[in-house]
C-alpha cells in the first residue's frame, strides 16, 4: 500500500497537538514497557500496521522480550505480564474497545485503581487515547510499515 498522504504537513497545528499529548505520555512517569505493550495492545485490535511495527521495534529496541511481544494478544492466558500490567491491559482494551461496551464497568476501574494512582490512571487513559489516535491517523491515510527505526518518532 502507498500512504495517500502526508497528514502531518497538512494539518500542522494538529499534529503538534498529538506530539503535544504524546510528549505529556511520555514524560508522566508511566514506565515505558508498559506503555509500549499499550501501544502495541491498542494497535492490535485496531489493526493498524504501522503502529505495531513501530511500537513492536522501539519495544524491542528498549529490550522487550520476543516471548512477551508474540503473546501479547492471548495476554490473559500468558504468564508473563505482571499485576499492574494485566491491569493497563485490560483498560486499553476497554478503552479501545468502548464504542460497543456500554461503558467501563466499576469492576474494572477497581482493578486498575488497585494497581495505578489516580494520576497515573489519568496518564494511562491519555496514553490509549494518544495511540488511539495515532492508529486512526495511520489507518485511513495508509502510513506505510516496514520503515520505521527505533527512537524515530519525530517521523511518522
Not at 9 to 31: C, D, F, K, T, Y
Amino acid at each position: 500500500m502507498t500512504q495517500r498522504l502526508d497528514y502531518g504537513a497538512l494539518a500542522p497545528a494538529a499534529m503538534q497537538a498529538m506530539i503535544a499529548l504524546q510528549r505529556h505520555v511520555e514524560n508522566s512517569g508511566l514506565e515505558p514497557p508498559l506503555l509500549e505493550l499499550v501501544k502495541m495492545r491498542a494497535s492490535q485490535i485496531n489493526g493498524c500496521a504501522y503502529c505495531l511495527d513501530m511500537h513492536s521495534k522501539d519495544a524491542r529496541a528498549a529490550g522487550e522480550t520476543e516471548q512477551r511481544l508474540y503473546l501479547l494478544d492471548a495476554w490473559r492466558e500468558a504468564p508473563f505480564y505482571n499485576d499492574r500490567e494485566r491491569a493497563a491491559l485490560a483498560w486499553t482494551e476497554a478503552l479501545t474497545r468502548i464504542a460497543g461496551s456500554h461503558g467501563v464497568s466499576d469492576a474494572l476501574y477497581e482493578e486498575a485503581r488497585k494497581q495505578f494512582s489516580e494520576k497515573e490512571l489519568t496518564d494511562l487513559t491519555y496514553a490509549i487515547i494518544a495511540i488511539n489516535g495515532w492508529n486512526r491517523l495511520a489507518i485511513p491515510f495508509r502510513s506505510e510499515p516496514g520503515h520505521y527505526q527505533p527512537g524515530n518518532h519525530g517521523k511518522r
